[in-house]
């Protein structure tokens, strides 16, 4: 399987960014994608099935409520779809937030397999990016209706493009100019920009996504990637190249132990399943 990265939403790309991509690459379904989309493959690894997954993440937006205002929509509607679970099942989403969230350390007899652990905190961090995403679109979507509502405006306030017959007639014509051209103020940390590949770019450590996806995939499958940024960061950092015919259509392929991939000097001694090796084909969407 080769799955697309770091990406989770198809609307994160543009057209030439996809059809640069392999056509059988699939987005990555960290639990919350219809099961029918066929855009989607869920990783042979995830620890949580879909029921799981929404009330894992509805929880964990739900403790981000409690300290941030105003109430978060998304984890309100996330709620309500959880809202059938039994007791028990409660009291093992709880835990698991506090596992892979708060950090909070189960008794010893308790925590099982460190690499399962790892691996329902990879499914938690992915969760959340899925969200991150959802809410980047409904940013970018409504920032392109508030655009479009001013352009109507302008052009509505404007009398038309002939000489003004009086004062305020040239005020009305000024006033639409300036609307229907207006470009709404983004902040320094703005992640709607559009991406270097092209499409929406959402600023996350794709290292940190990186080692999520490692952990949910199965050891055969590979990942692909349009983002330049990442590709930069790679070759800085002189990890090895695999040949290209191991992905074809790829500008580059890296194929390294997963602790390299992410940026470590050295494999933790805490987790020791970073010695897999990870592939990453690198493709370039001016060349799709």
Do not use: C
């Not at 309100?76 to 059938?84: C, D, H, R, S, Y």
Request: net charge negative; no cysteine.
């Amino acid at each position: 399987m080769i799955f697309i990265f770091p990406q989770m939403h198809p609307n994160l790309l543009d057209a030439a960014t996809r059809a640069a991509l392999p056509e059988e690459a699939r987005f990555l379904d960290p639990g919350l994608a219809a099961p029918a989309d066929r855009a989607y493959a869920r990783p042979s690894a995830a620890p949580f099935d879909a029921r799981m997954a929404r009330a894992i993440l509805a929880d964990t937006l739900r403790f981000g409520e409690s300290l941030a205002s105003p109430r978060d929509i998304l984890a309100q509607a996330l709620i309500e779809q959880t809202g059938a679970l039994s007791p028990e099942s409660s009291r093992v989403v709880q835990a698991e937030v506090e596992r892979s969230v708060l950090g909070v350390v189960a008794p010893e007899h308790e925590q099982g397999d460190p690499q399962d652990v790892a691996r329902k905190q990879a499914q938690t961090v992915l969760l959340l990016a899925w969200s991150l995403e959802e809410r980047v679109l409904e940013l970018n979507g409504a920032e392109a209706r508030v655009q479009k509502a001013w352009s109507r405006l302008g052009e509505s306030v404007s009398p038309g493009e002939g000489e003004p017959d009086d004062e305020v007639d040239h005020e009305a014509m000024s006033l639409g100019r300036e609307l229907s051209g207006i470009t709404l103020p983004v902040g320094q940390d703005d992640r709607n920009a559009p991406a270097a590949s092209g499409g929406v770019a959402v600023d996350q450590p794709w290292r940190r996504l990186l080692e999520g996806f490692g952990l949910l995939a199965a050891p055969d499958d590979v990942f692909a990637t349009a983002d330049a940024r990442i590709a930069a960061a790679l070759a800085d950092a002189d990890v090895p190249e695999a040949p290209l015919t191991d992905m074809p259509g790829a500008q580059r392929v890296y194929r390294a132990q997963a602790w390299r991939m992410l940026g470590m000097s050295r494999l933790p001694e805490a987790k020791p399943w970073l010695a897999a090796p990870l592939t990453l084909g690198v493709f370039d969407a001016a060349r799709g």
